[in-house]
RNA sequence: UGGGGUAUGGGGUAAUUGGCAGCCCAGCGGAUUCUGGUUCCGUUAGUCUAGGUUCGAGUCCUAGUACCCCAACCA
């Protein structure tokens, strides 16, 4: 055991590793289906159900649960095992539900022989107007009592393609008195004659949640099957399959925890899906996104999202995490990784009065002030720059320590400069604001020792480049040493352009050509 | 309407299982700082309600209240 972080699930596994239940044995799985892609929330599981494992040196395997064809894709396959490899875990196997479906159909023989299954003819409304309501009992199909051997002959029909979709189902025969809805017969097969991703045409019968889950994880030898609350009310029935079937290995436990969500942020497949059918984003990796893919292009490091995850722990307790503290991790992490370069989101003219015609100075400035290694860049200085219209005001409130009439700043690594006037247009509007450097502070500091309250970001306005597009490939660079998106803003629909310019209010250190970095803001939210 | 689950500052989450209610985010105050960032120090604020057991209750008992999940051939 390498961790003795403590919740109720590694409560229950050190409890079952006490009283040997497995024998010490510790294996859990991430189970998603192959319909989308994973998002923050999914992130949240996969860092429960691997650092379980890790935590009591087991092994955690990531299986496609693909019971349902018409809804998957290799598409969301290929996404989600490289967006677990991103967040830094590396599933022991990879194995789908698919694998098992001869197994689990052998295993739906076992049960009709025992006369715990049968086939049902019945439509699915008239079975669900059967299965009863709240506190109101279930009535019985009358195909309830079919004889093992009809039902063998039935079964074996169905699965060599005899009928049509939605003619029959097989269902476990529980109880229709049950006051757990999910125990009144629930169904394990329904015929569906859809080609499977993986398996093509070679089933017509595919297996439910209810009967696919619990068997694989039995299968692959799963000992704690961590899954999300609304599970909870299936864990009977879970228990109920595995307790009249031949398991190779010990019985699982499926333990229910709370799923993760984001105040702010949208996590139902189903929306985040028609955000991109309807076009109102790029895609599953737009920035503005909660996808994995969408927040590693935003700039969130892996490290920081699966940090978060793990400090906001493990609970049974329905909870809504506030994105800002999410932020707050991610911008811990950047702090100390990111290169800091100025920039100026809304631009307000400087002109240095005594400053050289035609002079170009240049500075060299630390990339980031966190970690000296990280070298350092060279930034050009000149009489036009930009700085940030909020650094000025004409009349300073309280407690504005940035430049206003007669009071001098630091343009950071290069001068002090004093604000000597303004210039406006015929509105009455600020277009230029003027000062005057000291020649004596090259490099930021003055001789004479004398302090300034402020030091502010400014750009030549000569050299100055275009911060959008920056912005967007760098803080996805800054995210991902070593890669870029190979396509900046402009690849981008103009609605994300103005988003990115209007909420990555970064604070952002620094504009030099083309980079950008820290930042605590950027992104949409619903 | 029946069953199941959960309640700890503004948002989250701990409490050696009956023994000083701790930590993170946010807020506030201060120090440092060539980023109004970072870092550091300090600080505000909490056990759903009402009873009960006990020397002692977030924890145990009784009765309420609020919220979440379940009536797909989705997962």
Not at 130 to 140: H, L, S
Not at 208 to 228: F, K, M, N, P
Not at 381 to 392: N, S, V, Y
Not at 464 to 492: H, I, K, M, Q
Request: aromatic letters at 10%.
């Amino acid at each position: 055991m390498t961790e003795a972080a403590n919740d109720f699930i590694r409560d229950a596994v050190r409890r079952d590793n006490e009283q040997g239940t497995y024998r010490g044995r510790v294996q859990t799985r991430f189970p998603p289906e192959p319909n989308g892609y994973l998002h923050i929330g999914h992130a949240k599981a996969i860092v429960t159900d691997f650092s379980v494992a890790l935590d009591f040196d087991g092994t955690c395997n990531l299986r496609f649960d693909d019971t349902n064809p018409d809804t998957e894709e290799t598409e969301y396959v290929d996404a989600i095992v490289s967006d677990i490899a991103w967040l830094g875990y590396e599933p022991a196997a990879i194995f789908y539900a698919s694998d098992y479906f001869e197994k689990l159909y052998e295993w739906a023989e076992v049960l009709v022989r025992e006369g715990l299954a049968y086939v049902d003819d019945q439509d699915g409304d008239t079975i669900s107007a059967q299965r009863g309501g709240y506190g109101r009992p279930g009535v019985e199909s009358p195909y309830r009592d079919r004889s093992p051997a009809e039902n063998l002959d039935l079964l074996r029909r169905m699965r060599a393609g005899e009928f049509p979709d939605g003619s029959r189902v097989l269902r476990a025969k529980v109880d229709m008195q049950h006051e757990n809805m999910q125990m009144r017969d629930p169904v394990m097969y329904r015929i569906r004659h859809s080609p499977h991703h993986r398996t093509g045409d070679a089933w017509c019968l595919y297996p439910t949640y209810d009967w696919a889950h619990g068997q694989s994880d039995a299968i692959e030898g799963v000992t704690h099957s961590l899954c999300t609350l609304e599970f909870d009310s299936h864990r009977v029935l879970y228990d109920w399959f595995l307790d009249h079937l031949p398991l190779p290995y010990d019985q699982p436990r499926q333990i229910e925890f709370a799923r993760l969500e984001l105040t702010h942020t949208v996590t139902s497949k189903r929306r985040l899906r028609s955000l991109v059918d309807d076009g109102v984003v790029d895609g599953w990796d737009d920035p503005r996104m909660p996808t994995l893919q969408g927040l590693r292009r935003r700039g969130y490091p892996a490290e920081a999202i699966v940090a978060f995850c793990r400090d906001v722990g493990t609970t049974r307790t329905n909870s809504r995490q506030s994105i800002e503290n999410l932020e707050a991790y991610v911008r811990r992490a950047l702090n100390l990784t990111a290169q800091r370069r100025m920039a100026v989101l809304r631009p307000l003219k400087v002109v240095v009065t005594n400053w050289p015609e035609g002079q170009v100075d240049t500075f060299e400035v630390a990339n980031n002030p966190e970690d000296p290694s990280d070298g350092v860049r060279q930034v050009a200085f000149t009489g036009e720059l930009w700085i940030e219209a909020d650094d000025f005001a004409e009349v300073p409130p309280p407690k504005f320590f940035r430049l206003s009439p007669g009071v001098e700043v630091r343009l950071r690594g290069a001068y002090l400069v004093r604000c000597t006037g303004v210039v406006k247009d015929e509105a009455g509007e600020i277009v230029q604001v003027d000062v005057t450097y000291d020649p004596e502070t090259r490099g930021g500091s003055a001789p004479d020792g004398r302090k300034v309250r402020s030091t502010m970001h400014w750009v030549s306005a000569a050299h100055a480049v275009d911060l959008e597009v920056a912005l967007y490939d760098r803080l996805f660079s800054a995210a991902n040493p070593g890669e870029r998106t190979g396509e900046p803003l402009d690849d981008l629909n103009p609605d994300s352009r103005e988003l990115v310019a209007a909420k990555g209010e970064a604070a952002l250190a620094a504009t030099a050509p083309g980079e950008v970095v820290q930042f605590e803001r950027l992104g949409y939210f619903a």
